[in-house]
């Protein structure tokens, strides 16, 4: 990579146009899901975890394949299934009769892209075996420590209509993903487009940026300007899932068992620089905090029983959080130095 082509050299405008072609070669496989394909990218980004519900069928897997294939890193996938143990996942020590001594192998976790196929499906043991890994990228076998490669990004898939021989994940596990998004079917014409590619061979994809390339765009994506009255504005909706009466919102305590972790405003404003990168700026806006403030909370809040038992979603009670708390004024200029 040339000098120019450090992360650190480029405008924010060239930045984009380089993660536009990214997107533009994964496109080139995956049809629609836009929103989707975005997140992934404010996640590699923002050095954070993607998690995904949607049914069946809706290339999840096939994402994070072609985003791997497309940046140039390894990638593993692990289907997840009730008989798995954590050994299948992060390696562990064998022993060699014939020389006396035990070798460690180590598993699927140590790449850059790792699809975690409906994570659901094993139980919290399994599941658990990835929370050192997701927060400090690297695995203790034996008390020795291996670091991940660099970057790491953990994609987790989950079916949401299928409830038996499935795990819920444990609120521990569910924190360490930055965000979870929920996909929905195509629209016509993107599913139109999407049958048709299955009538033709497939594309062979181009590396549109190389592991080096991102690594400068994540250390860019660093030095995109936060307002700290964006970082207020963050805070206080976390705060709000937590004492809704302090907004207007008295009703929602009875939906609400637990709110939203301080990792709930770390991964909004992290992930808004990330996109705020992505869609050319060197500062964050009140609009990327808005649009990714549900990403980021809906699956930090503990719904109450009272409200699983009237169908109350954790989006139900986003919307209104972010109606009732009051978006600031930002200045979009940084502060000049001292």
Same mark, same amino acid.
């Given at each position: ?99 006396g001594t035990f070798d460690t192998e180590l598993g699927p976790v ?95 994809l181009r590396e549109a940026l ?42 929602? $305590?009875?939906?609400? %068992? #637990?709110? &939203?972790?301080?990792? =709930? ?7 808004? !620089?990330? @996109? /705020? ?22 699956? $930090?809040?503990?719904? %109450? #029983?009272? &409200?699983?038992?009237? =169908? ?7 919307? !209104?959080? @972010? /109606? ?15």
């Amino acid at each position: 990579m040339s000098e120019q082509a450090n992360g650190s050299a480029l405008t924010p405008a060239e930045i984009s146009e380089r993660l536009e072609q990214a997107l533009f070669e994964i496109r080139r496989v995956i049809a629609g899901q836009d929103a989707m394909l975005e997140r992934v990218l404010v996640c590699l980004l923002a050095q954070g975890h993607l998690l995904i519900e949607g049914v069946p069928g809706l290339a999840k897997t096939l994402t994070i394949k072609t985003t791997a294939g497309v940046l140039g890193g390894s990638f593993a996938r692990v289907q997840f299934t009730p008989d798995l143990v954590p050994a299948d996942l992060v390696g562990t020590r064998i022993y060699r009769p014939d020389q006396g001594t035990f070798d460690t192998e180590l598993g699927p976790v140590f790449c850059n892209f790792l699809l975690a196929d409906e994570i659901n499906r094993a139980p919290a043991k399994v599941q658990s075996a990835l929370l050192e890994v997701m927060q400090e990228r690297q695995v203790t076998i034996a008390h020795t420590t291996y670091p991940v490669p660099q970057p790491f990004l953990v994609m987790a898939t989950q079916n949401p209509i299928e409830s038996e021989g499935t795990y819920p994940l444990p609120e521990a596990q569910v924190d360490r993903f930055m965000l979870k998004i929920l996909i929905d079917y195509p629209e016509h014409d993107e599913e139109l487009t999407i049958v048709q590619r299955q009538l033709v061979p497939q594309p062979e994809l181009r590396e549109a940026l190389s592991l080096e390339d991102l690594k400068a765009l994540q250390a860019a994506a660093i030095d995109v300007y936060v307002d700290p009255a964006l970082v207020s504005y963050a805070v206080g909706l976390a705060s709000a899932t937590r004492t809704p009466a302090e907004v207007g919102l008295p009703d929602l $305590r009875d939906y609400i %068992s #637990y709110g &939203a972790s301080p990792r =709930g405003p770390i991964s909004i404003t992290q992930a808004a !620089r990330a @996109l /705020a990168l992505l869609r050319g700026r060197d500062y964050a806006t009140t609009d990327d905090v808005r649009a990714l403030a549900k990403d980021a909370l809906r699956h $930090r809040l503990v719904l %109450s #029983y009272q &409200a699983l038992a009237e =169908g109350v979603t954790p989006d139900a009670i986003l919307d !209104r959080v @972010l /109606a009732a708390v009051p978006v600031p004024e930002v200045s979009l200029a940084r502060p000049s130095a001292a």
